[in-house]
């Protein structure tokens, strides 16, 4: 039986610090039927000549150049120049253990999976792991194959992140690509949960997340991600096999918005004023012309802003 081909994506922006070690953790990989598609997506500092070294030196390497437009679009890049039945997204300035691939292409193919997951720590700069990580899961979800039920878990548990790193997934899941904002892990792991049909979660550590102070999750918030996030639950609610779970997931983004928008100054809440009345009169509407068994869920979204009227 032959194995199945792999592409591994990785947008690449402005990360020389971190690249080399991305990369050599790639190629290190104990599977060896894998392309390794480095994007990219017009950096300024020494990136794109360690990208073109490493493409001379391995001929699983692939190199697309394109001009900057973020994580999302240089994916989607690497994405239509692919080959692999299994896609993986790498983020540049992290590492996986070398037999991730393997055991995750064991994984899906004994199972018959359209998604593996597996675990990651957070290290910082110097290499000590952080104590209480966020993506440390605690609960045992080995016996789980249906993927809507895995998210319902994860979320019972406080376990579930929305980090595409995390999964490997089939190509055919894939029914539409990132979108161009920040945020579009946010968008893109719900839809791939709701549109596989079975999925597996390791229980390995295999991703290595280095912290560092341009992170996005490490950055002050302000009017372009409260925009992105009302991008990711216009896309959330169009899912069309949506259920209880992911509709409680949808508010909670709503009720992290508002909070996120109760933090702005005056100026900041001026640029989203618009857009923000917007939202509100969506959730509004839900709250009344949803599923019945929906509209718990919105009217508890809607009320904790009313609660907090003073603040929003």
Same mark, same amino acid.
């Given at each position: 039986?032959?194995?199945? %081909?792999?592409?591994?994506?990785?947008?690449?922006?402005?990360?020389?610090?971190?690249?080399?070690?991305?990369?050599? %953790?790639?190629?290190?990989?104990?599977?060896?039927?894998?392309?390794?598609?480095?994007? /990219?997506?017009?950096?300024?500092?020494? =990136?794109?000549?360690?990208?073109?070294?490493?493409?001379? %030196?391995?001929?699983?390497?692939?190199?697309?150049?394109?001009?900057?437009?973020?994580?999302?679009?240089?994916?989607? !890049?690497?994405?239509?120049?692919?080959?692999?039945?299994?896609?993986?997204?790498?983020?540049?300035?992290?590492?996986?253990?070398?037999?991730?691939? +393997?055991? $995750?292409?064991?994984?899906?193919?004994?199972?018959?999976?359209?998604?593996?997951?597996?675990? *990651?720590?957070?290290?910082?700069? $110097?290499?000590?792991?952080?104590?209480?990580?966020?993506?440390?899961?605690?609960?045992?979800? =080995? !016996?789980?194959?249906?993927?809507?039920?895995?998210?319902?878990?994860?979320?019972?548990?406080? &376990?579930?992140?929305?980090?595409?790193?995390? #999964?490997?997934?089939?190509?055919?899941?894939?029914? %539409?690509?990132?979108?161009?904002?920040?945020?579009?892990? +946010?968008?893109?792991?719900?839809?791939?949960?709701? $549109? *596989?049909?079975?999925?597996?979660?390791?229980?390995?550590?295999?991703?290595?997340?280095? #912290?560092?102070?341009?992170?996005?999750?490490?950055?002050?918030?302000? &009017?372009?991600?409260?925009?992105?996030?009302?991008?990711?639950? *216009?896309? #959330? +609610?169009?899912?069309?096999?949506?259920?209880?779970? #992911?509709?409680?997931?949808?508010? /909670?983004?709503?009720?992290?918005?508002?909070?996120?928008?109760?933090?702005? /100054?005056?100026? &900041?809440?001026?640029?989203?004023?618009?857009?923000?009345?917007?939202?509100?009169?969506?959730?509004?509407?839900?709250?009344?012309? !949803?599923?019945?068994?929906?509209?718990?869920?919105?009217?508890? *979204?809607?009320?904790?802003?009313?609660?907090?009227?003073?603040?929003?």
């Amino acid at each position: 039986m032959s194995k199945p %081909s792999v592409s591994i994506i990785v947008p690449v922006y402005n990360a020389e610090r971190y690249l080399e070690d991305c990369i050599e %953790s790639l190629i290190g990989q104990t599977y060896r039927d894998i392309e390794i598609i480095l994007v /990219d997506d017009g950096s300024t500092d020494g =990136s794109k000549e360690i990208c073109e070294r490493y493409a001379v %030196s391995d001929s699983r390497i692939k190199l697309i150049h394109k001009r900057n437009g973020g994580a999302g679009s240089a994916r989607n !890049s690497g994405l239509a120049a692919s080959k692999g039945e299994y896609i993986y997204f790498c983020d540049s300035d992290d590492t996986i253990r070398p037999e991730t691939i +393997e055991r $995750s292409v064991d994984a899906a193919v004994s199972e018959d999976a359209d998604l593996v997951m597996f675990g *990651a720590e957070t290290v910082t700069g $110097s290499g000590d792991r952080i104590t209480n990580d966020p993506y440390e899961k605690k609960h045992d979800y =080995s !016996s789980i194959r249906d993927p809507k039920a895995l998210f319902t878990e994860m979320k019972k548990n406080d &376990e579930y992140a929305c980090c595409v790193p995390f #999964l490997f997934m089939r190509r055919t899941v894939i029914r %539409s690509g990132f979108i161009r904002t920040i945020h579009e892990d +946010e968008l893109f792991t719900p839809q791939i949960i709701y $549109s *596989a049909r079975r999925a597996v979660v390791l229980p390995d550590i295999f991703y290595i997340r280095k #912290l560092h102070e341009n992170s996005v999750t490490t950055t002050k918030k302000c &009017e372009k991600n409260y925009l992105a996030m009302l991008h990711v639950i *216009a896309g #959330l +609610e169009k899912i069309e096999n949506k259920d209880a779970t #992911l509709v409680s997931h949808i508010c /909670d983004l709503y009720r992290t918005i508002n909070v996120m928008y109760s933090g702005f /100054d005056e100026a &900041e809440k001026e640029k989203v004023k618009e857009k923000k009345k917007k939202a509100d009169k969506h959730f509004i509407k839900m709250m009344i012309g !949803s599923k019945a068994e929906y509209r718990k869920f919105y009217r508890h *979204a809607v009320l904790s802003k009313i609660y907090h009227a003073g603040k929003y």
